[in-house]
């Protein structure tokens, strides 16, 4: 067996909260991939067990702080106490979606599980959460309050690298014959759980989503970097008169036809394959106006060195979006860029509004929906900022 003994500097990192041992604060000791390794400080006293990493900077993953070895009934309470969380979060109904796992934040390392009605999809992102993978799934079916019919393994994310672990995907359990229909809300909508973003979805904007359809009843409503177009559905579904949704992946801007249709939305659901940015800077210089703009990009700075160029196209998106909307309309803004944080989104909503002219208010700074959860100790968890505006 493994054992890590950590330098004075590692011990006091760890000491602070955070469940991460980076390799540079590793006095001795090792482990193979994906290993339960006890950790010890310079004094051989033990600080807890976590999953060791042979590749990554993030050599250990912390599981508990207790001495005692996680058996079968630690893993157990632990998957339990997620998903009664998810049960009293009302989110468990077979028909819907939501997110069972989120990882670090739930005290599973490497590890997410999303549900869409009773099509399960694990993502794997560290050697640790890849070894505890089939064990951890045989675990969370003892403690569901319904089966999986299918599971899908989409573990094919870039993070993956960083562990040296080749991208999978593959059907676990069950067979899939197209897309997978799930519930939002009154919303009924179908995910690519194979080849679509992520895990075929992102499920982290799903109340946000409901939220901002309440500020578009009876008005136009703009839904640009639209993926699957729920936030443009769940408007046109509380009410809006027209929508029109912006996305470039055609796959994507089929689904959003075939969800319009399946609702029953058809008639007032627009979709244009588009670049949105240049698309929203065309239709700014046009004079067009919208009761409700929402703009959701994809992360703009996966890293810190990509925050600068991170500012230009949040500052340039934003301003555009101000220019759409008319006296007393709504932007609903968002940012997924953990590496921007919320004191930077509101600068760089600021800085838009003055290169709009307008006046700005935010009256609401939203996070992501309570499936995916922020840890205290864990800042990385904390990466969601939706920020919901009126514009004078």
């Known amino acids: 067996m493994g054992k890590v003994t950590l330098s004075g500097k590692g011990r006091r990192w760890l000491m602070k909260g955070h469940p991460w041992v980076y390799r540079d604060d590793i006095a001795d000791g090792d482990g193979t991939r994906g290993e339960l390794v006890p950790v010890e400080d ?65 005290g599973f390392p490497g590890l997410v599980i999303d549900r869409y009605a009773k099509t399960f999809v694990v993502q794997s992102g560290s050697q640790g959460s890849d070894r505890m993978r089939d064990f951890l799934l ?36 069950g ?15 179908e995910v690519d759980v194979l080849t679509g973003h992520k895990t075929g979805h992102y499920l982290d904007q799903s109340r946000n989503r409901r939220a901002a359809a309440e500020r578009g009843k009876g008005g136009r409503v703009l839904d640009a970097f639209s993926y699957d177009g729920l936030f443009g559905l769940h ?34 659901i627009k979709v244009e394959r588009v670049d949105c940015m240049k ?33 230009r196209g949040y500052v340039e998106l934003n301003r555009r979006a101000f220019d759409l909307a008319p006296p007393g309309g709504s932007v609903v803004t968002a940012s997924c860029s953990y590496n921007v944080s919320a004191q930077d989104f509101v600068q760089f909503i600021g800085k838009s509004a003055h290169l709009a002219q307008r ?34």
């Open 138 to 173: 045989d675990v969370m079916k003892e403690v569901l309050p319904f089966q999986p019919e299918v599971i899908v393994d989409r573990s094919d994310a870039s993070v993956r690298k960083l562990e040296k672990l080749e991208p999978r995907v593959e059907t676990i359990e």
């Open 42 to 106: 310079p004094n051989g006293h033990p600080l807890g067990w976590g999953l060791y990493s042979t590749a990554s900077r993030i050599a250990v993953r912390m599981v508990t702080r207790q001495a005692e070895q996680p058996n079968r009934e630690f893993w157990v309470n632990r998957m339990r106490r997620s998903v009664e969380h998810r049960i009293q979060l009302g989110m468990m109904d077979p028909e819907g979606s939501c997110r069972i796992i989120s990882g670090d934040a739930d």
């Open 235 to 268: 408007a046109a579904l509380a009410g809006a008169e027209q929508v029109t949704c912006l996305e470039q992946n055609k796959a994507a801007c089929e689904r959003i036809l075939a969800n319009a249709e399946r609702n029953g939305l058809q008639d007032k």
């Open 175 to 189: 067979s899939l014959d197209g897309t997978v229909l799930a519930k939002d809300g009154g919303l009924t909508y």
């Open 359 to 392: 006046d700005v208010w935010i009256e609401e700074l939203a996070k992501a929906s309570p499936d995916h959860p922020h840890l205290a100790t864990l800042p990385e968890s904390d990466y969601l900022k939706c920020a919901f505006l009126r514009v004078g």
């Open 279 to 311: 698309d929203m800077r065309a239709r700014a210089e046009k004079e067009e106006r919208y009761e409700l703009i929402v703009v959701d990009p994809p992360a703009f700075a996966r890293s810190k060195k990509e925050i600068e160029g991170a500012e």
